[in-house]
């Protein structure tokens, strides 16, 4: 699946969403759903089962941060204390 396919089958709930006005998110949200692929395949093996762990927590948090900043900085906007 290329961006342009996948895109169009993200749900539109998400599609909604402030932040996906941000290619940056965006994109981040397709590595995750690429990413899953790969992250099956090296659980399978012993040898990089770790390693598995620690790719999928690594680009989950991409979109994770993405999404703190955005709260962080609409929230010094509007006032509200976080």
């Known amino acids: 699946m290329n961006y342009a ?3 169009k089958s993200v749900p ?3 599609r909604r969403d402030v ?3 941000m290619k940056v998110y965006r994109l981040s949200l397709f590595l995750s759903d690429i990413c899953w692929e790969d992250v099956t395949t090296l659980a399978k ?3 990089t ?4 762990n620690q790719l999928y927590r ?3 948090s991409v979109a ?14 509007s ?3 976080l």
């Open 5 to 7: 396919e996948w895109e």
């Open 12 to 14: 539109e709930v998400i």
């Open 19 to 21: 932040l996906w006005k």
């Open 45 to 47: 093996d012993t040898r």
């Open 49 to 52: 089962k770790s390693l598995a």
């Open 58 to 60: 690594a680009v989950g």
């Open 64 to 77: 994770a941060n993405l999404e703190e900043g955005y709260s962080k900085q609409s929230a010094k906007g």
């Open 79 to 81: 006032g509200l204390v």
